[in-house]
């Protein structure tokens, strides 16, 4: 490959996500909306009667799974237009 055939690509600040503060704040609340929902499910598990408190109880067990999963989803895509550079990154020392 010949120095003319190389693209010439530039990255665009609209290419960056959201701040990382931005992104944690996030997280952060729907995780504490998770839980609270979940404390709920405890009451209920201790007020409903019997058919319905099973269902509360199942909810309080497997809504930490979820929440976890639920919080942490999104960092990790990238966007269409989002630009990878892969060949021809510069290296410390190289020409």
Sequence with gaps: MSKDDKKIVSA???NVGEPLTKD?????RKYF????????CFILAV?????YRWFALLGAVTLP???V??????RETI????IVFKHGQKQIGAD
């Excluded at 944690?24 to 952060?28: G, T």
């Excluded at 999963?69 to 999104?74: D, M, S, Y």
């Design 65 to 67: 799974y979820f929440a």
């Design 24 to 28: 944690q704040s996030s997280r952060a």
């Design 33 to 40: 909306i998770s839980m609270m929902i979940r404390t709920l």
């Design 69 to 74: 999963v639920i919080a942490n989803a999104g």
């Design 79 to 82: 966007r269409g237009e989002a």
């Design 12 to 14: 665009s600040i609209s």
């Design 47 to 51: 007020i409903l009667p019997s058919p």
